[in-house]
């Protein structure tokens, strides 16, 4: 009786049955380096804005404090985004006939506001405090990366949980002298030296409990 | 098709002869057709099986809404202002005192505001009425306020108009009114606000022949008449139950119900709190009940009694309960109910006067109304006037007679014949139908106003938010029909305080403060009259069965019907939601053949049969429900269901309409009821959420489970701990959790629960808790985080009653954490019991695991995320949980979160200080029962309770060590009388 | 070779039942005497590889096929609308769901336990029905498998219980007993799969050689791996086999024992109890082989089966249905016992909950499937009988299921506080989920009818004297 199958089945048999593993292994992979990827997390994406205003700009050229735009970052959970008056009030007086600024003078105007694309998102059962964080010593730079480098703002970090639970799991690794929080050029002379002393001084928790964000 | 005019509707409503509700009258497609074009949000409730699922979709389509577009801003933008309020942080709230008022007499709140939208209620500790405490219908005002069903544009004859539009009309008739004086009518509920008094005096003034009615379904008729014939002269009874050793109550709710019982419970049991140590007294409550009331469930001695036997008590009480009046002269209190007929009110003031309490524990002041007036004879006078034809127009502001009003007054059917009707109102409701002009109301969270509190302290009711729905408020009116320039409430308020003396320093302190310090109503001296003799009186006729009407303890008069919050709210006593049945006791339910057997078979399915109860020839169809304890040969029902119009929750057949067997000389029924048993129906089913009831141990197979523990003062004394062995063993398989930092706790002392459901509206106002509806109920799926147990024990006919809140116990040994296979549950390092909604996967094992069954499921996606009105009212600090989740009581852990930031912020390794956090249930607690706090604290409140010796843990014997605890009930009986009846 | 088997097809050697022989002659034996290598293998794989299935195969797979798209049907609704669907409330979270789930998966038993541990107990007359119980077995933890993927209310995040590296670097909770659930039942599934496979690889090359069409050549070669049948393949086949046989052994009994922790870790009285493995693995093997015999009787008589699936099989397993079926009743009055002698009142309540409560009659409907049924067993008449198996068999599958139900719904409906107590009523949809898991068995089962040999041919050859004297010579 005549072969059903030629030799070279065996081999291919012997592929596939082994071949098999791998291939699964190879898909949760790709799947675990999507979920990682800015694909998942909007990491390093710049978002088109009303006006292009640049940080850099403003922070590294103009040396203006965060705390003056972002006025509640010390008071509340939310830093705040500055209401068209506060431009205003630099911007009535220079560039007054900017094109750039066209919309913000019509905001003004108008009363209208600004309608500015969202760049940092947490999802909605997420709550986070900035004012807490500020007070324990940690920098803006360290979540929102160089801002007085970006031209156009993008988000920094992955704003992952693993990456949230990195700092909440050892905050001597980032945590920075108060007076530095809002220096976005800060880099830690001996942070292993340093961070374990200033978490005994401002008395850092690490709130790992489900309840410090998700409630 | 042809068609229909309000003018057909009237022809029809005369020639049809007798009509039961506007509802029959509209039996008519092409009436119906013409109402659906006429009004979009109405097709709803004229077709039939809409279920709140549906219409919650359809809503969000509804043009009700479009106002509030600008509210959800999309998820992906950031919208800052254009320039910033001052005094405003973004994310963290602001505070505005205010006033809320039911029945005109109004209790200071503090609302709690995001960014400009008002989310959440307080009592205000300042206020009087208050003393920040608060009830489920001033919590549940805040989805009043949002409630995308409210009326939400002017409309004449059912047809969107103008507010201008309707000042134009209301000129020829203001004109008429001017030259020939009479005819022009002006009805209004009870009014306390000083500036509207003033406004409407005006308005008289300068038309001679008007008259001004008012009418409330649910009046104070029989306590004003009372104390009318017993002081003469119209006055109002302030109570100092804290200064009472002993009160009798006769059929009187004071604790739950009627101006100031929140002030009232706070006196109460603050001398029915009994800690370790203290030597003072406790006072001693008799009640003689005859429903199902709160102030009952709480009494030291109860006697269910017919309605038409409280007469005869007051004038002679049982001599052990004289006897003990007697040896607190000075230091009693005899208070009858609102039900009871004036000559009750009278005889009961007389007891008082001969007991030296008047003066001592009740003060007499001036009333707090603005012009008291029997409101009865008010709107049988104005009916008769317009049957008379001496009525032109007619101008309502508030109020919907066409639905409440006595069913003798046919009222509907006299209004159709005034050739002017104008109404303000709220909601588009049944008397809104029949008027030609239908001005939407301002809630009162939307305007200025001001008003008096149960004592006559004035608030300044200041808004939160600008009108959402265009609504108008009664200022504004009656200053248009005064003429002149249009005044805006503001104007109108603060010119009548200025010209009152008031100035910016003190305007703005009232404001703040949210009352006028000092402004309540000073003592008067009275003398009291001869006491007319007994016999008399409307219900002396005390055979057959009589039918009993109470006002609704969720819905009121009707007025809430629509709020969902308070529809689904379980009834203090009844645990009942979503409709009303008629009470009767066990022994009468045998007598009319609704035996045990019948009953045994269908209380586990949460069903009941139904009954037709005939009253004078009228007949309602309404569910039987065996009430322990409840009087025999009494028929309790509960008003304010059945609505026809009035908003998609309140409508279709929700619960029956009772008002068509309330007759104006039997306000609250009267003997000679008949029930018959509806045949061939299988059985009804009712939303109870508890239908176990009693604890007695033979119903528990001769299982005596220890979850009350209660005992009498004197037993107190000899043994603090009531009898009760603690449980040892405290072995766990697990290393014991360490607390450095806080140890939340809550200690509920039941003796001073009334279960009047304040905690429980405010969780579900602060914790953004969805409601589920009456099908929902009924197969067991309430979202309720807290829920108010409510036992009996001893015999149906007249059982002990306990009333045991029961959140989430925060276990240190927690069955739920170990099961969840995702750790959805987990355990915080200040011992909550933590539950991440976002991480679970809804295997429902954890309430499965859980002994107290406090977890709540989303068995479908119960959440509402579509109306856009319903957005602004949410809680931004609560997740909004979505379906297949399962969500409990968090102990606010938002609040604990934000308080410890806070406090960290304060630098220097601060603590959060006692006092400085709450959960929302135990912030409302009129009677403070509910106590939260830092156990770690040993200076707090919490941790002093946990010492209390009776003091214990629900199912302690588990060994699941719960972080909530309760304190013993303790009743303080007169020794002198053996048993409770 | 092939026409020779044509006629050999449908032409089976005259049994005693024909010959009207009184069984009680003739000492029950494995198989049928008469029959030779050829006659077994053409008739077994003359099933498979026939033409035309009888009619009752027909409307079996048409009805079960609908069924399936029932089953579809219902998981369309749930995935859409929620659990809700269910009769599930507060006090009683599991209901239809997880009850279904446990009366599979003892279902699940009879197969691997007949063809693992009676394989090592050289329990020869296995032989003949452990290929059918292990299909069946796979194809009740396929059903099984359903109700926990189904029963979370968020089953597209069920892939949570699995730890996997993950950017919330959180695990799953290791502590609770549905996580062992996971590990358990899905080692089981594969091992089983495994298992019935390795087994199938002889007569799947049997079927290669016999198959007269090219298509079936190339299905049933290339599942058959090579098969040649030579000495080295026997002997690396037969250690496989055993490995697997030892393997699969201690899970017969895990699966079941941790399942049963699903309850016995919980502290709710009517769960909370220490001796529930045990009576879980023998309620779940009473289970197997009420369903085992509930398939089998049936099947022989329409496969004209009756040579190799003989009395003795059937009578067999009716005894072990009887121990189990003992054991199990045993394990009704131990609750009662430690309801009675724990003193815990909440224990005591439960159990007078069960036996007077709103559900007593599934309690006493529970105890005459269960508990009674089987009694019959003891007489030989009716051990003997195919109908008698049969009916008794059938009252065994409900009473299975009457068990759960007193289990899990009874005990929560009334737990602690009696504030919380509710009723529990399967809806339609409950009922559609359980009929169309029914469905997707049988229907499972038909194809493997169709397509596999449901008797191990090599495996019946080894039974028949010729083998025996084969073995005779090699050892002079």
């Known amino acids: ?145 160089r801002i007085d480098k970006m031209a156009l703002t993008y988000q920094a970090a992955p704003l992952t949980m693993a990456w949230c639970l990195d700092c909440h799991r050892n905050p001597e690794k980032y945590v920075r002298p108060r007076n530095q929080v809002f220096n976005m050029a800060y880099v830690p002379v001996n942070q292993a030296k340093l961070g374990p002393e200033l978490v005994r001084e401002y008395q850092v928790q690490k709130l790992t409990s489900c309840s410090t964000c998700h409630y | 098709m042809k068609e229909l005019t309000l003018n057909d509707f009237r022809k029809r409503a005369e020639g049809g002869g007798l009509y039961r509700s506007l509802d029959e009258l509209a039996r008519d497609d092409d009436f119906i057709a013409a109402v659906e074009r006429e009004f979009p949000q109405q097709a709803l409730p004229l077709e039939r099986g809409v279920d709140r699922r549906d219409f919650v979709k359809l809503m969000s389509s509804s043009l009700a809404l479009a106002g509030l577009a600008a509210c959800n801003r999309p998820a992906e933008k950031i919208v800052p202002y254009v320039s910033q309020p001052e005094s405003l942080i973004p994310g963290r709230p602001l505070y505005f005192a205010t006033a809320l008022a039911l029945g005109g007499v109004g209790a200071g709140v503090l ?58 009309a209301l000129q020829p008739v203001l004109k008429d009114a001017k030259s020939n004086g009479a005819g022009l009518r002006l009805l209004t509920q009870t009014i306390t606000s000083p500036t509207l008094g003033a406004q409407i005096q005006q308005l008289l003034a300068a038309y001679p022949g008007m008259e001004w009615h008012q009418w409330e379904a649910v009046s104070r008729d029989n306590v004003r008449e009372g104390l009318r014939m017993a002081f003469g002269g119209y006055t109002n009874a302030v109570y100092h139950f804290d200064k009472a050793n002993v009160v009798v109550s006769l059929d009187s709710d004071f604790l739950a119900a009627g101006p100031g019982h929140l002030r009232y419970a706070r006196d109460f049991t603050s001398r029915r709190k009994v800690r370790h140590g203290q030597t003072a007294s406790m006072n001693r409550l008799y009640s003689f009940d005859c429903g199902a009331s709160s102030t009952g469930s709480l009494a030291d001695h109860r006697w269910p009694v017919r309605p038409s036997e409280i007469e005869g008590l007051a004038r002679a009480l049982p001599a052990a309960i004289m006897k003990d009046l007697e040896a607190n002269r000075g230091a009693s209190i005899v208070i009858a109910g609102d039900d009871q007929p004036p000559i009750v009110h009278t005889v009961v003031m007389a007891l008082n006067q001969a007991l030296g309490n008047i003066g001592s524990t009740i003060t007499i002041t001036d009333p707090v109304e603005v012009a008291p007036v029997n409101q009865l004879e008010s709107l049988r006078q ?73 004592d006559g302290t004035i608030s300044i009711v200041q808004p939160l938010i600008a009108p959402l729905y265009n609504g108008r408020s009664p200022h504004e009116v009656v200053g248009a029909m005064i003429g002149g ?274 905690c429980v509206i405010a969780c579900q106002a602060e914790n953004n808790i969805a409601i589920v509806g009456k099908t929902e109920v009924h197969r ?139 959960t929302a249930c135990a912030q409302a607690c009129p009677t403070e029962a509910i106590v939260f706090g830092d156990m770690n604290d040993k200076t707090s409140r919490v941790a002093a309770l946990k010492g209390e010796p009776a003091h214990y843990a629900l199912l302690a014997e588990l060994n699941t060590r719960p972080r909530t605890t309760y304190l013993g009930t303790i009743r303080n009986p007169n020794p002198e009388i053996k048993g409770t009846s | 070779m092939a026409e020779v088997e044509d006629k050999l097809v449908h032409e089976v050697r005259p049994t005693t039942q024909e010959m009207r022989i009184p ?28 033409k035309r299935m009888p009619l009752l195969w027909t409307i079996t797979f048409a009805v079960s096929a609908m069924l399936v798209m029932v089953l579809t049907g219902t998981i369309g609704w749930l995935l859409l609308k929620g659990v809700g669907i269910w009769g599930i409330n507060h006090p009683v ?89 996971v590990f358990a039942v899905s080692t089981y599934a594969t091992v089983s799969m495994m298992f019935w496979y390795v087994g199938l690889i002889p007569d799947l090359a049997t079927l290669r050689d016999r198959a007269n069409n090219k298509l079936a050549q190339l299905v049933y070669g290339a599942l058959s791996m090579g098969w040649r049948g030579s000495a080295k393949h026997w002997y690396r086949y037969e250690t496989a086999y055993l490995l697997l046989a030892g393997l699969s052994t201690p899970l017969v009994l895990s699966v079941h024992t941790i399942v049963s922790f699903d309850f016995a870790v919980s502290q709710l009285p009517g769960w909370h109890s220490t001796f529930f493995p045990p009576y879980f693995v023998a309620g779940a093997v009473y289970a197997g082989f009420a369903m085992v015999l509930t398939l089998a009787i049936p099947a022989r008589k329409i496969f004209k089966l009756q040579d190799f699936i003989t009395m003795k099989h059937l009578e067999n397993m009716g005894k072990v249905m009887l121990a189990t079926g003992m054991i199990v009743f045993y394990a009704y009055l131990m609750e009662a016992f430690f309801a009675y002698y724990s003193g815990n009142s909440l224990e005591k309540y439960m159990y007078l909950n069960r036996i007077n409560g709103p559900y007593r009659a599934m309690f006493y409907a529970l105890i005459i499937c269960n508990g009674l049924a ?96 084969h073995a005779a010579e090699a050892h002079e």
């Open chain 1, 1 to 145: 009786m005549a072969q059903i199958f030629h030799r070279s089945a065996n081999t291919l048999s012997r592929v596939t049955i082994f071949g098999a593993v791998f291939i699964v292994a190879f898909v949760l992979w790709v799947i675990g380096g999507i979920v990682r990827s800015p694909l998942a997390t909007d990491q390093g994406i710049e978002r088109e804005q009303p006006v292009p205003f640049s940080h850099q700009h403003h922070v590294a050229g103009l040396g203006i404090d965060c705390r003056y735009c972002h006025t509640s970052v010390e008071r509340s959970s939310f830093a705040g985004i500055p209401p068209t008056q506060t431009c205003m009030n630099c911007h009535s007086q220079i560039w007054t006939s900017a094109d750039m600024l066209g919309p913000v003078r019509a905001s003004f105007a108008t009363g209208k506001p600004l309608e500015w694309s969202r760049v940092h998102r947490l999802p909605d059962f997420v709550h986070f405090n900035h004012s807490i964080h500020v007070y324990k010593g940690i920098g803006c730079a360290s979540c929102h990366g």
């Open chain 2, 111 to 168: 609302v709690e505001s995001h960014m400009g939208r008002p989310t959440k209620i307080e009592g205000n500790p300042d206020h009087p009425s208050s003393l920040g405490g608060s009830d489920a219908m001033m919590q549940a005002a805040i989805l009043g306020l949002y409630d995308p069903d409210r009326a939400q544009v002017v409309r004449h004859l059912g047809e969107i108009a103008t507010w201008s539009a309707f000042l134009a």
């Open chain 2, 382 to 454: 104005l009916v008769t006037d317009i049957n008379a034809g001496a009525v032109k127009a007619l101008v309502m502001l508030g109020g919907n007679p066409v639905y409440d009003a006595p069913a003798d007054f046919n009222f509907h059917h006299a209004l159709t014949k005034v050739p002017f009707r104008a109404q303000l109102s709220p909601y588009y409701d049944e008397t809104s139908m029949l008027v030609h002009w239908h001005v939407p109301e301002v809630h009162a969270l939307e305007g200025w106003s001001d008003v008096r509190g149960h």
């Open chain 2, 485 to 758: 320039l249009d005044q805006s409430p503001y104007d109108s308020v603060r010119a009548y305080w200025f010209a009152k003396g008031a100035n910016e320093q003190s305007w703005r302190k009232w404001l703040h403060d949210g009352q006028i310090a000092g402004s309540a109503l000073p003592a008067r001296q009275v003398a009291i009259a001869p006491l007319p003799p007994a016999g008399e009186g409307p219900r002396s006729g005390g055979e057959g069965l009589q039918l009993h009407i109470r006002p609704d303890p969720n819905i009121h008069d009707g007025r809430f019907a629509n709020n969902g919050w308070l529809q689904e709210l379980p009834k203090p006593q009844t645990k009942i939601c979503w409709e009303n049945v008629a009470l009767i006791s066990p022994k009468t339910a045998n007598d009319i053949g609704y035996d045990d057997e019948k009953r045994s078979a269908l209380v586990n399915e949460r069903s009941t049969v139904r009954a037709d109860v005939t009253y004078r020839g009228r007949k309602v169809r309404l569910p039987l429900w065996v009430m322990p304890g409840h009087p025999d040969g009494v028929l309790t029902v509960y008003l304010g269901y059945g609505r026809t119009y009035g908003g998609k929750v309140a409508t279709p057949e929700v619960g029956v309409n009772i008002y068509p067997v309330r007759f104006s000389d039997a306000m609250s029924g009267g003997a000679g009821a008949e029930i018959a048993l509806v045949g061939g129906e299988d059985a009804y089913p009712v939303a109870c959420t508890q239908e176990h009831q009693s604890i007695n141990p033979k119903d528990m197979y001769g299982q005596e489970r220890e979850i009350i523990r209660a005992g009498t003062f004197a037993e107190y004394q000899r043994d603090p701990h009531l009898g009760h062995k603690e449980h040892h063993g405290d072995e766990s398989m697990y290393p014991p959790h360490v607390y450095k930092n806080h140890a939340w706790a809550m200690v509920i002392d039941t003796s001073v629960c009334t279960g009047c459901n304040g």
């Open chain 2, 780 to 918: 067991e799926r309430e979202l309720h985080w807290l829920r108010i147990d409510r036992y009996f024990r001893g015999e149906p006919s007249n059982p002990e009653v306990f009333h045991q809140p029961v959140p989430c116990m925060q276990c240190e040994n927690a069955p739920c954490e170990p099961v969840c296979p995702v750790e959805a549950t987990s355990h915080s390092d200040d011992g909550l019991n933590d539950m991440t909604y976002n991480r679970c996967v809804g295997t429902r094992y954890c309430s499965n695991n859980c002994p107290y069954k406090v977890r709540r499921f989303n068995f479908f996606h119960y959440a509402d995320y579509d109306t856009p009105a319903l957005k602004p009212m949410r809680n931004p600090d609560v997740t909004i949980r979505t379906r297949g989740v399962m969500e409990k009581c968090t102990y606010c852990v938002q609040r604990v979160n934000e308080a410890k930031i806070e406090a960290e912020k304060r630098g220097g390794n601060q603590r959060v200080r006692d006092g400085e956090v709450t």
């Open chain 3, 23 to 50: 069984a009680r002659f003739i000492p029950s034996p494995t198989v049928e005497p008469g029959h030779t290598f050829a006659s077994v293998t053409d008739h077994i794989s003359s099933i498979v590889l026939r």
């Open chain 3, 93 to 181: 979270g599991w209901g239809f769901d997880i009850l279904n789930f446990v009366w599979w998966i003892g279902i699940g038993h009879a197969g691997t336990l007949i063809s693992a541990i009676l394989l090592l107990l050289r329990q020869e007359w296995r032989t003949s029905i452990n290929r059918f119980a292990e299909a069946m077995t796979l194809f009740a933890v396929a059903s099984a498998g359903l109700y926990p993927a189904l029963h979370t209310g968020r089953p597209w995040y069920d892939f949570w219980l699995f730890p996997y590296p993950n950017t919330m670097s959180l695990w799953p909770q290791f502590r609770s007993p549905l996580m062992w659930d």
């Open chain 3, 374 to 469: 089987p009694q019959l067993m003891w007489v030989k008449r009716f051990r003997t009988s195919p109908v008698m198996l049969f009916i008794t068999a059938m009252f065994v599958n409900v009473g299975m299921w009457l068990e759960r139900f007193v289990i899990i719904p009874t005990s929560l409906h009334r737990d602690f506080l009696p504030s919380s107590w509710g009723m529990y009523h399967g809806t339609k949809w409950d009922w559609s989920m359980y009929v169309g898991s029914i469905g997707l068995f049988l229907f499972l089962l038909c194809l493997f009818i169709r397509y596999l040999p449901m008797i191990s041919i090599f495996e019946m050859r080894t039974l028949l004297p010729e083998a025996q004297s």
